[in-house]
């Protein structure tokens, strides 16, 4: 897990430098560059999400997570979450669960938390995970500034998700095909376009609520490649 622990210290150095510049800079700057960050993720969604091999997999996982999640109501459990972390803290503005949330999403759902955390736990090989985290250094300072504090904390979260995926991936990756890996890419890269339509303030989508379809996707991928349907 080296490569998460090195991702959570540069997501906390660039929250730090963030919260530094926030009081500095113009908020029309800030808000410019959170528009970026927007883009940057929608660009980046639809890159991954050209991994699908198999649309039918793809959408019963994304409309029967969703349903899931929703009957569940993950995110109202996260938000939850991290207003009563912000109480207990006593830090953190309006935006603090907002940081959080957003911060996770990007940090977790990218191409490269998925094969770096499985480069880890099968091979040991940590370079995909310090290049993801160098970027998401520099992405924390961005968020920071515009969404406060609250985006240092998700490493809670990212601690929990990419760190037990490496283990995950060091027990059972074999049990990964590279076919399988693609599908998560690609749902995870549906989720991406979500999150930067809610960056963009376009439209309020509840990525949380869809988070099952990752779990999904795997177990359809599997069922269809275990019984060859």
Request: glycine share 12%; hydrophobic share 55%.
């Amino acid at each position: 897990m080296i490569g998460t622990l090195i991702n959570v210290a540069t997501v906390i150095v660039g929250t730090s430098i963030g919260m530094l510049l926030k009081s500095k800079l113009p908020d029309k700057l800030i808000k410019t560059v959170f528009q970026a960050i927007g883009l940057f993720t929608l660009a980046l969604g639809v890159m991954m999400s050209l991994k699908i091999n198999n649309f039918l997999i793809v959408v019963f996982s994304l409309v029967i997570g969703a349903i899931l999640g929703e009957l569940a109501d993950l995110e109202a459990s996260m938000t939850k979450f991290s207003d009563a972390l912000k109480k207990k803290i006593k830090v953190g503005g309006e935006r603090f669960s907002e940081g959080l949330l957003t911060a996770f999403l990007l940090f977790c759902m990218g191409s490269m938390t998925i094969l770096g955390a499985f480069d880890e736990g099968m091979k040991g090989d940590t370079t995909l995970l310090i290049t993801k985290s160098v970027m998401d250094g520099f992405a924390a300072i961005a968020l920071s500034s515009a969404l406060g504090i609250g985006v240092g904390f998700s490493v809670i979260p990212l601690l929990i998700y990419q760190g037990g995926l490496t283990l995950f991936a060091g027990y059972l990756g074999e049990f990964f095909s590279e076919i399988m890996i693609n599908e998560l890419t690609a749902v995870g890269g549906i989720l991406l376009i979500g999150l930067g339509i809610n960056i963009l303030e376009i439209k309020k989508i509840k990525i949380f609520n869809i988070l099952p379809a990752l779990i999904l996707v795997v177990f359809f991928t599997w069922l269809k490649q275990y019984f060859n349907f």
